[in-house]
């Protein structure tokens, strides 16, 4: 596969399932040839959040612009642009924003592939 | 490990060796407990750059400030805050600051302990 370059807001912003004024942009995944892992940006509105949820999975993460909070069963964390956030697999979280602007972060994955390989 | 939230500013900037004008924060690695791929902050100097190289390993990138050009064996672009680039394993490149302020961009790379797993 050849290389990829684009500007994020070129990539399809897909609503996310069930969750009000939540988008995402897989801007760089499988699709793109990427073996390990796949990066995508979320845009939060104002008052709007991510579920509440746990996965074997872990995420890392670039705050772009915005305030908000990071909540996670072991304690909350405000953020904004430039905090990055590393959230362990099996750890409830949640993205919150309280901020009047969008809340707009990079979330990287690794693929469903890798789950076990690092036990 | 529990969750990991800092700005990236608070992270130690380390000069990379032989390259001048350029440094790097390892704002998520393996000693903060990530099973899979590591995140860093990279800043070049106006008229900098990065080594002319490849390796197995993949890049993920997010330009977060700056202008300059990303190199590679099949052609060269452009980027500037919020170019996605995805550079695959085994393709030579480099990233060049030819604006006038700093290029400041996050690059995502693999554990070595994944070489050879995705083949």
Redesign the interface.
């Known amino acids: ?9 070129e ?1 399809r912003e897909e609503a996310v399932p069930d969750l009000e004024g939540v988008t995402v942009r897989w ?2 995944s499988k699709d ?6 796949a ?1 995508r940006v979320f845009e939060l509105q104002p008052g709007c959040r991510t579920p509440q949820h746990a996965h074997w999975w ?1 995420h ?1 993460v ?1 705050v ?1 612009e915005g305030q908000g909070w ?1 909540w ?1 069963e ?2 909350e ?1 405000r ?2 642009a ?8 099996d ?1 409830e ?1 949640q993205f919150r924003n309280q901020g009047e602007g969008v809340l707009r972060f ?1 979330c ?1 994955v ?1 693929h469903p592939e ?1 789950e076990g ?2 036990n």
């Open positions: 596969m050849p290389a990829k370059v684009v500007h994020y807001s990539v801007v760089i793109d040839g990427a073996p390990h892992f990066m872990e890392e670039f772009l990071l996670t072991e304690g964390y953020v904004q430039g905090t990055v956030a590393y959230v362990p697999g750890l979280h990079i990287l690794p890798l390989w690092a």
